[in-house]
């Protein structure tokens, strides 16, 4: 027999309070290590230490967001998620504060970690707390929505770090992104008194726990595998696509604003189209591996063909609308795992793209010391097909509907 909380869920259509303030909360957090790009040299200079260990921040952040993710979303199953999902945000708000007074490099470090810690604990609590709050029919839209928020930042949150920081610098921007993240508690907080409580079966005694060992099918390995592939693929684009432009068109720093813009807004298009498709199309599998493989082809040309600068922005944005359009599929399928192990999926759902991202870093760099960007199509292009082959033996598996 169905316990109260897997049919409150089924009851619920799409959670608004509760996907608005995860998409603005995803905002804050991603906020957090993005927007400090523009920044790197100055930080530098002002800790007296070189541009690569500040580089290196990056590493730092995704291997403590990967690590916490996975450990959060498993103590959140049996704990519940609202002290995460209210404490992370409180605790990056600090974090940011006291990372622009720091005064060494090494107390940098230490607070950057724990600041991604607690990132990775809120990415992990709120995607799994909104498909439990969500009708399965619209894990999609509500993945989508969701993650539409690591978009934005990508859109909004590093052009204006860049032009607030000519006014205030890196430490000021920080304190900016304290605000930020406290303003995503309050947002937060009523979403959770807005949305009525529901009863996970994982605080429920009488029903048995399921082992991460029976969660871990097939299926949902080959998804992870597919994940690495898919991230290492955005993240060689991520990384690398403004010095790509510079690089291939002689183009002065201002001038690769625009390009990144249009490579934002492809992907916040796809993230809401992608939304769509996973949940009015029974197959997301299929979804995801047909959009991972439009990427890649799309990829290919993108840093192989120079016809010219609105050709590439064009196959960039292109690429970046496919990728966008194969996740909420992704995260979709991952969410149909049960409930008392969905937080502990969605954790390591962040601890595995974690990985890809780090990937990307090394590989990428390697590929243009030792080939150059012309490297980097057929790379991504090779990726993006095999995570899109990792998942066509389970491409018959349909989307869980709602009785």
């Not at 403590?64 to 409180?90: E, H, N």
């Not at 991604?116 to 709050?133: D, I, N």
């Not at 197959?283 to 840093?303: D, E, N, Q």
């Not at 080939?371 to 090779?382: D, E, K, S």
Request: hydrophobic share 55%.
């Amino acid at each position: 027999m169905k316990n109260d909380g897997q049919l409150k869920s089924k009851n619920l259509g799409m959670p608004w309070s509760l996907v608005l303030a995860g998409c603005f909360g995803m905002f804050a957090a991603t906020a957090t290590g993005s927007t400090r790009a523009p920044f790197l040299p100055d930080m530098a200079a002002d800790l007296n230490v070189s541009l690569p260990a500040i580089a290196n921040l990056f590493g730092v952040t995704a291997a403590s967001w990967g690590l916490a993710s996975y450990f959060v979303g498993r103590i959140s199953d049996r704990t519940g998620r609202s002290f995460f999902l209210v404490g992370a945000p409180i605790c990056i708000s600090l974090a940011m504060f006291f990372a622009s007074r720091v005064t060494s490099y090494e107390a940098l470090v230490v607070i950057i970690a724990l600041a991604s810690m607690c990132c990775g604990s809120f990415t992990a609590t709120t995607l799994a707390e909104v498909s439990v709050r969500t009708a399965p029919a619209f894990h999609g839209r509500a993945f989508g929505y969701v993650m539409t928020g690591q978009s934005l930042t990508l859109l909004f949150g590093v052009p204006a770090s860049a032009l607030m920081g000519a006014a205030v610098g890196w430490r000021g921007m920080h304190v900016a992104l304290a605000a930020l993240a406290a303003i995503s508690v309050v947002g937060m907080i009523g979403a959770l008194k807005v949305q009525p409580p529901v009863m996970s079966s994982a605080l429920k005694s009488s029903v048995e726990r399921t082992s991460m060992r029976d969660a871990l099918t097939g299926p949902i390995v080959r998804l992870f595998l597919a994940l690495i592939t898919e991230r290492l693929s955005f993240g060689l684009a991520a990384f690398y696509y403004a010095a790509y432009l510079r690089t291939a068109y002689s183009l002065p720093i201002e001038s690769v604003a625009l390009p990144l813009v249009v490579f934002a807004l492809g992907n916040i298009l796809g993230t809401v189209v992608g939304g769509q498709v996973a949940d009015r199309f029974p197959y997301r599998r299929i979804c995801f591996a047909v959009g991972l493989a439009g990427a890649g082809l799309a990829a290919l040309p993108w840093f192989l063909w120079r016809p010219g600068l609105e050709i590439t922005v064009a196959f960039g944005a292109l690429f970046a609308f496919l990728t966008a359009v194969a996740r909420p599929s992704l995260l979709a399928s991952l969410a149909e795992v049960p409930e008392d192990v969905r937080g502990a999926v969605m954790g390591l759902n962040s601890a595995v793209a974690s990985i890809g991202w780090l990937i990307a870093a090394l590989v990428g760099g390697w590929f243009y010391a030792g080939i150059g960007f012309t490297a980097f199509g057929p790379l991504m292009a090779v990726m993006c097909l095999a995570g899109a082959l990792i998942v066509v033996p389970d491409s018959r598996i349909r989307q869980r509907r709602v009785s």
